[in-house]
T-cell receptor
Framework: QKEVEQDPGPLSVPEGAIVSLNCTYS??????FMWYRQYSRKGPELLMY????GNKEDGRFTAQVDKSSKYISLFIRDSQPSDSATYLC???????????FGKGTMLLVSP | DTAVSQTPKYLVTQMGNDKSIKCEQN?????MYWYKQDSKKFLKIMFS???????INETVPNRFSPKSPDKAHLNLHINSLELGDSAVYFC???????????FGNGTRLTVT
């Protein structure tokens, strides 16, 4: 079992839709959870950073972590064509500097 | 102002050659990394340096040698390039080992 699993997509939605992107992880030692957005031919860009379980909101983006089920979600409200990108979830152990990435989900938002 | 910058952006070379990729960060971060992203977009850690000291060295062929002249720079030298080395190489930095990473825009290496 891979440490971080993520559906590769592509996930196609119309503009304005609510998008739900999900990851599962296997290592209960992971304490930090991140979502990155990667546009084609660009580096990953940090979107959300959370510690432990719960929700965190930033504009149209909400990150949700459920440590009991080892499940991470990213919700995008009022999705825009400019949100079309690959979304990578990532997890980190405390004091251990290797960030473990999922393989990314490609999102396509059509106008 | 680019926070993490890598050069070159594209690198096309033949098998057996030696090449280097340079990385610089102006964020004042203590930790720097090299990641490899393969054709399936999977990002995998190669090396991590904290204050110029190597702290992570994943299972990477010893043809790959990172060098950190100071904590703002982390270069990657690759000897005897092979076809399988073709990938996008990303440099990243973080404030410390528990902080999120900030990535450069990658170096697309093609070995022919």
């Amino acid at each position: 079992q891979k440490e971080v699993e993520q559906d590769p997509g592509p996930l196609s939605v119309p503009e304005g839709a609510i998008v739900s992107l999900n990851c599962t992880y296997s290592n209960s030692a992971f304490q930090y959870f991140m979502w990155y957005r990667q546009y084609s031919r660009k580096g990953p860009e940090l979107l959300m950073y959370t510690y432990s379980s719960g929700n965190k909101e930033d504009g149209r983006f909400t990150a949700q972590v459920d440590k009991s089920s080892k499940y991470i979600s990213l919700f995008i409200r009022d999705s825009q064509p400019s949100d079309s990108a690959t979304y990578l979830c990532a997890t980190l152990n405390s004091g251990y500097s290797t960030l473990t990435f999922g393989k990314g989900t490609m999102l396509l938002v059509s106008p | 102002d680019t926070a993490v910058s890598q050069t070159p952006k594209y690198l096309v070379t033949q098998m057996g050659n030696d090449k280097s990729i340079k990385c610089e960060q102006n964020l004042g971060h203590d930790t720097m990394y090299w990641y490899k992203q393969d054709s399936k977009k999977f990002l995998k850690i190669m090396f991590s340096y904290n204050n110029k000291e190597l702290i992570i060295n994943e299972t990477v062929p010893n043809r790959f040698s990172p060098k950190s002249p100071d904590k703002a720079h982390l270069n990657l030298h690759i000897n005897s390039l092979e076809l399988g080395d073709s990938a996008v190489y990303f440099c990243a930095s973080s404030q410390d080992v528990n902080s999120p990473l900030h990535f450069g825009n990658g170096t697309r290496l093609t070995v022919t």
